[in-house]
């Protein structure tokens, strides 16, 4: 079973290494935008030589030249995953593939996001469909570029592995322990429901992050999403 990964969304160093402090153990954590935008690519290095795994979720959007180059720069911060919106499109999807040639680092393409509900897809986006059939189709466009998965909530994971094969990574935000605060999020589960439904990780932030005790809420999670209680 993948470890949970933790979303370090501070926006300081100092904050990431507060944090970290709490843990005796190699993680796997995320850097998003947040993050990377106040300190940039030697956080990630600074993070990576700490022996933890790294998902840089930066979600490029961008024409595919751009993308493709843009990727080829991130490969050499050797993280593990990084990711694209698959809205951006077949062509682009590739072309961040191509942009990771002869690197590990996994790609990953958002379907949509999980603060996204099927009314705002429907008004917001003018999709005309079922959140569901949007995210499958995303989720196969991912698959036919020849991605590695793709983000997605816990609710489209079982049809996603259907659809595109067991293997195909379905990386999901929304975690909520019971009893948790959903905040801004729409499409949400627990780490139990997450590990029914045939995620193959979970993404948790807040549930962490803002915890008077971050290692035990972590431990929590971990526990209920390896079915380890
Ligand atoms: O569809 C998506 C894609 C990315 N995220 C990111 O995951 C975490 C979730 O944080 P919580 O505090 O557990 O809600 C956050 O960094 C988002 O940027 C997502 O939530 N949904």
């Known amino acids: 079973m993948n470890k949970p990964i933790i979303a370090l969304d501070f926006s300081s160093k100092t904050q990431v290494e507060q944090f970290l402090n709490h843990f005796d153990e190699p993680l796997f954590v995320k850097v998003g935008m947040e993050l990377y935008f106040q300190e940039g690519p030697e956080l990630v290095r600074y993070i990576k030589s700490l022996g933890h795994s790294v998902f840089l979720d930066l979600k490029l959007h961008d024409i595919p030249n751009t993308v493709e180059s843009a990727m080829r720069g991130l490969a050499k911060l050797g ?9 951006g499109g077949l062509e682009m ?3 961040a593939k191509r942009g990771l040639a002869d690197s590990e680092t996994q790609l990953i393409a958002v379907t949509q996001l999980t603060s996204t509900s099927e009314e705002q897809m429907q008004s917001d986006q003018l999709i005309p469909v079922t959140l569901e059939e949007s995210v499958l189709h995303y989720a196969k466009l991912a698959n036919q570029a020849g991605l590695d998965g793709v983000v997605c909530s816990v609710l489209e994971a079982e049809a996603i592995g259907a659809a595109c094969g067991t293997d195909f990574l379905r990386v999901t935000p929304g975690i ?13 589960a627990t780490p139990e429901q997450a590990r029914l439904q045939g995620a193959t990780h979970i993404v948790v932030g807040r549930a962490i992050t803002k915890s008077e005790n971050p290692a035990q809420s972590y431990q929590q999670i971990k526990n209920e999403w390896s079915d380890a209680i």
């Open 79 to 87: 993280v593990d995953l990084v990711n694209v919106h698959a809205a």
């Open 93 to 95: 999807m590739k072309a």
């Open 176 to 188: 909520r322990p019971a009893n948790v605060s959903a905040d801004d999020q729409k499409r949400i």
